[in-house]
């Protein structure tokens, strides 16, 4: 079973920058292709960026950095140039093998989502 915490969310300025953090457990890290979500208040999730297995990432819009680490079996997400859409809930997403789709029905791992909100 896959298992995922994500973490660094917080209380973030217009413009800066913030990185998220999700740690997997429970599979072979090298298998797991994992993207991340927003769920923005009053809007469905969607997918903002993924990476896969190989490394291959996928971004639904600019000013996104996915990364994996295979040290630590965390897969991260920097925001860059923060603005007020970028508010919500960011979620870790996992599946076993594949690409890195941003369809949320691709996914039958979940984390518990991390918190970010955006202020001027």
């Known amino acids: 079973q896959v298992q995922l915490v994500e973490s660094g969310g917080g209380s973030v300025q217009l413009g800066g920058s913030l990185k998220l953090s999700c740690q997997t457990s429970?599979?072979?890290?090298?298998?797991?292709?994992v993207a991340w979500f927003r769920q923005s208040p009053g809007k469905e999730r969607r997918g903002v960026a993924g990476?896969?297995?190989?490394d291959v990432t996928h971004y639904d819009k600019s000013g996104l950095t996915i990364s994996r680490d295979k040290t630590k079996r965390t897969v991260s997400l920097q925001i860059h140039n923060l603005k007020s859409e970028d508010t919500g809930t960011y979620y870790c997403?996992?599946?076993?093998?594949?690409?890195?789709?941003?369809?949320?029905?691709?996914?039958?791992?979940w984390g518990q989502g991390t918190q970010v909100n955006v202020s001027s």
């Open positions: 990476i896969d297995e190989y």
């Open positions: 997403a996992a599946r076993i093998g594949g690409g890195a789709g941003l369809r949320k029905e691709e996914y039958p791992y």
């Open positions: 429970g599979h072979t890290f090298s298998r797991l292709v």
